[in-house]
């Protein structure tokens, strides 16, 4: 059946099971471990075909808005299609080969989803990050991972062409827009005079995919690097599990590209089951956007940071009973047991808890269907094996406090990243007997729940942002008002924890106002790094100065 289904490039036959028979029988188990995976032609490529005979609905696979009224609606063969150009615009117009590393600063543009496929059907490493970043930022990372190319809007545009003769490695810019702009290619014209065909590599399941930045508690972000099987991960069946996803469900993740969030939940989680991916350009937050796309769209599901949901509750009084949604997720910080429960009053749906990590992607979570217990993040998700251990990687008793670690000894399970690239002392670090240390501390109750407590560093979670203190410590540095910072969490209100700035100021700004200075220096934070890591305003709506 399945060779009929697909000619050349027979699909795996799981998915070919779980088409005819809608129940999920699945080609792999939790802990097989294929040769060979590749997320383009093993999933998205399968999807077309199902399409092709009439055996996926019409719903799109992708399905993009804005505030403007624009909307991009693209099935999967359209995907396909796309992709494949895509793919070719890297290789042949660009040069790129198999390895090659691109930089990925797009805002929520359906491009970025053409260029994450095409680069995986090409085998070139992407480097999502967010576009909130500023010159230094994408300086580092373009210099640190020797990307050779880069992918961006005309917003930040200019900022790379004033670092550009920093970065030697770098022969291939690309922008995403409707003007040209000298030096750089034009991706939206080479897409359509691009060849639609092209074959996928057949790239090894441990062959490395992409790369996620991760802010640690000293010094500048860590290169978290991940292979296929991150992608793979989604199609294993205790993972099938989490979302339970259809084809006729609309999924809606609201997290910033940059993130791998938003690779897992606007990418590889609904494209696995075939649903409609959702996507709002959102360009600033907005909590009453987010009430009116929820009463607009068909949307079923909804996957954001707990910061998202809070802000909606907080500051939207009107109706919350939107007609489709059935099911919310949220992850990437701790969400207070009352915001759960207010959820679900308000909306009459409940919010399921999940976390991971940009090392790890989603490692425990509250699966759809399982008992919600308030304040815990769930049971870990298998293949994963979570368990609370001590500095030595010893496993604690249940109920008492310690590291949540993963088990990567004696195999390391798909999903948990191949290493810190080009680090292999902070690799190390995070290695703790048999498991992986994720510095985050928490306790396993008797039914594997796991009870979020906090870091074990000093790490800041601001609205599920991972600051590392350093970043803007360093930032202050360049003021001139500035002679020392120590900067720490302080708790929040909306956003759990903010940034909190001690400063010792220069003697010449030992005279200006305060207030001001306060407002000088925030700006000025925002303006040489990406602006979530700001200091915010605290107590008196003044970050902390300290005269000496
Ligand atoms: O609050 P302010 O207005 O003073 O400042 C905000 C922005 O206005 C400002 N800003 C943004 N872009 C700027 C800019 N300023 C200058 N130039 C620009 N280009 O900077 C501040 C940015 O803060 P924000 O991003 O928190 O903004 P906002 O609008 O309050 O957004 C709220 C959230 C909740 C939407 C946002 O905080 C958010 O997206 N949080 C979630 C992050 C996330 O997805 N984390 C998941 C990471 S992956 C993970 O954890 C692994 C899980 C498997």
Not at 198 to 223: E, N, Q, Y
Not at 293 to 321: D, E, N
Not at 325 to 346: D, F, I, K, M, N
Not at 402 to 420: D, E, L, Q, S
Request: contains cysteine; charged residues 20%.
């Amino acid at each position: 059946i399945c060779k009929s289904y697909h000619g050349f490039h027979p699909a795996p036959w799981y998915l070919c099971c779980r088409s005819l028979s809608g129940a999920g029988t699945l080609r792999w188990n939790d802990n097989d471990r294929p040769k060979e995976f590749n997320f383009a032609s093993d999933v998205l490529d399968y999807w077309t075909q199902m399409e092709q005979e009439g055996k996926r609905g019409p719903n799109p696979a992708l399905w993009w808005v804005n505030n403007q009224g624009d909307e991009v609606k693209w099935s999967f063969r359209e995907m396909t299609d796309l992709s494949r150009r895509a793919a070719n615009v890297f290789t042949q117009t660009c040069g790129l080969q198999q390895g090659d590393r691109l930089a990925l600063i797009l805002p929520r543009l359906p491009e970025w989803w053409l260029v994450v496929i095409g680069c995986i059907r090409a085998g070139i490493i992407f480097m999502p990050a967010t576009t909130q970043m500023k010159a230094k930022d994408i300086l580092y990372r373009l210099q640190v991972s020797k990307a050779q190319g880069i992918m961006t809007t005309d917003t930040l545009a200019p900022e790379v062409d004033s670092l550009v003769s920093e970065c030697p490695a770098l022969k291939t810019k690309l922008l995403v827009s409707d003007h040209s702009r000298h030096g750089w290619l034009d991706f939206r014209s080479l897409i359509k005079s691009a060849s639609p065909d092209h074959t996928c590599i057949k790239s090894k399941t441990l062959d490395p995919m992409a790369i996620f930045f991760t802010s640690g508690t000293t010094g500048l972000p860590k290169m978290a690097k991940h292979s296929h099987g991150l992608a793979l991960r989604s199609s294993l069946p205790s993972c099938r599990k989490f979302l339970q996803l259809k084809t006729s469900d609309v999924l809606w993740c609201i997290s910033d590209p940059g993130w791998i969030l938003a690779v897992l939940g606007c990418l590889f989680e609904p494209w696995t089951s075939g649903s409609t991916l959702f996507i709002h350009h959102l360009p600033q937050f907005d909590p009453k956007v987010i009430q009116q796309t929820l009463f607009k769209y068909p949307i079923t599901m909804c996957l954001g940071a707990p910061a998202v949901y809070r802000m909606v509750l907080q500051q939207i009084s009107t109706s919350l009973r939107f007609p489709a949604l059935e099911h919310c997720v949220t992850g990437g910080e701790a969400l207070l047991p009352e915001e759960q429960e207010e959820w679900r009053r308000r909306t009459g749906v409940l919010l399921h808890e999940v976390y991971g990590q940009s090392e790890t992607g989603i490692s425990c979570g509250t699966l759809r269907g399982m008992k919600i217990k308030p304040g815990s993040m769930g049971t870990s998700i298998p293949p994963f094996d979570i368990q609370i251990i001590d500095e030595k990687g010893n496993i604690l008793p249940i109920n008492t406090e310690g590291n949540i670690g993963i088990r990567i000894k004696p195999t390391k399970p798909m999903g948990v990243f191949m290493c810190y690239e080009d680090n292999p002392v902070k690799t190390a670090e995070v290695e703790c007997g048999d498991f992986y240390n994720s510095g985050d501390r928490a306790t396993m109750d008797e039914e594997g729940y796991i009870w979020f407590l906090g870091r074990n560093d000093d790490v800041i979670n601001s609205s599920g942002y991972r600051i590392g203190p350093a970043e803007v410590e360093n930032a202050l540095a360049e003021h001139p008002a500035v002679a020392e910072s120590a900067v720490v969490s302080s708790p929040d209100p909306i956003r759990k924890e903010v940034v909190k700035a001690f400063i010792v100021l220069t003697p010449e700004f030992l005279s200006r106002d305060q207030d001001q200075l306060t407002q000088e220096l925030q700006q000025h934070v925002k303006s040489v790094t990406a602006p979530y890591k700001y200091p915010r305003k605290v107590l008196d709506s003044k970050i902390y100065i300290f005269i000496i």
